[in-house]
């Protein structure tokens, strides 16, 4: 069960990425290279 609520969490965020316009530096670098700014753009 835990590993399904993990997998809706990371769509989740994957979809919020997008729409604020970061997906694409997230798909090459992965998470560890989002800035506080931008994640802050997500909530």
């Given at each position: 069960?835990?590993?399904?609520?993990k997998l809706?969490?990371?769509?989740?965020?994957?979809?919020?990425?997008?729409?604020?316009?970061?997906?694409?530096?997230?798909?090459?670098?992965?998470?560890?290279?989002?800035?506080?700014?931008?994640?802050?753009?997500?909530v």
């Amino acid at each position: 069960m835990a590993r399904r609520g993990k997998l809706a969490s990371e769509r989740l965020k994957m979809e919020a990425a997008e729409e604020v316009g970061f997906a694409d530096k997230v798909r090459e670098s992965g998470w560890d290279n989002v800035t506080t700014k931008e994640i802050g753009l997500m909530v």
